[in-house]
């Protein structure tokens, strides 16, 4: 089971870009969601794709948006890059079908600098 | 609403030593409570979790035990190793949607 796959690992953009990042779940899982995580702070949850929709969403703004495919892989985009968007992106899966308490299960990350 | 307050950091303790980290919650609902476990350069691994109160989670000598009367979930581990230095995250979560993180507490063991 090769577990949560995160690409690419590292990548440097300039302010202004766009970015696209992918995460392919956890086999069996059918559930992704997608955390920032600044240095030296908690992941904040960004949003949550389910059955190729986003069923919840954080406090992010618009530039950050989404997609869930079929086979339950999902990318992360965000437009606009500014500086503060520098942070470790990490993905999620689990089983959830809408039920509660389900382990989540982490990717490596994808390390995203934006200069 | 949902968050959870960490022992600020960083923690550093000789081997062998008796390991006690702090945490607290404040949840809307009924939280099932987590500790997770970031090594240096990797993603979060599941390390213990509780689903309700009194629950005791257990793994790889560490455990912590659901607290409802004092909202907290306490992390403890009886003998340090220098292999368990790493970042722990204390986290909730009352709906399995959202996960909400503490800041993270980076423990060194020295030998």
């Known amino acids: 089971d090769a577990g949560v796959t995160q690409s690419p690992t590292h990548l440097i953009k300039t302010r202004g870009q766009q970015v696209t990042l992918r995460c392919s779940p956890k086999s069996g899982h059918d559930t992704v969601s997608w955390y920032q995580q600044a240095l030296g702070q908690g992941p904040q949850f960004i949003f949550q794709?389910?059955?190729?929709?986003?069923?919840q969403r954080g406090n992010f703004p618009d530039r950050f948006s989404g997609h869930q495919f079929p086979n339950y892989s999902s990318e992360l985009n965000v437009n606009a890059l500014l500086l503060g968007d520098s942070a470790l992106y990490l993905c999620?899966?689990?089983?959830?079908?809408?039920?509660?308490?389900?382990?989540?299960?982490f990717g490596q990350g994808t390390r995203l600098t934006v200069v | 609403g949902n968050s959870v307050t960490q022992m600020e950091g960083p923690v550093t303790l000789s081997e062998e030593a008796f390991l006690t980290i702090n945490c607290t919650y404040t949840?809307?609902?009924?939280?099932?409570l987590f500790w997770y476990v970031q090594y240096p350069g990797e993603g979060l691994q599941l390390l213990l979790k509780?689903?309700?109160?009194?629950d005791k989670g257990s793994n790889k000598g560490f455990e912590a035990t659901y607290r409802k009367e004092t909202t907290s979930f306490h992390l403890e581990k009886g003998s340090v190793q220098v292999s368990d230095s790493a970042v722990y995250f204390c986290?909730?979560?009352?709906?399995?949607?959202?996960?909400?993180f503490g800041t993270g507490t980076s423990l060194t063991v020295i030998p």
């Open positions: 794709y389910y059955e190729e929709e986003e069923r």
């Open positions: 509780a689903t309700k109160a009194d």
């Open positions: 949840a809307t609902g009924y939280p099932s």
């Open positions: 999620a899966s689990s089983s959830n079908g809408g039920r509660a308490y389900t382990e989540a299960f």
């Open positions: 986290a909730l979560t009352t709906t399995g949607n959202q996960f909400y």
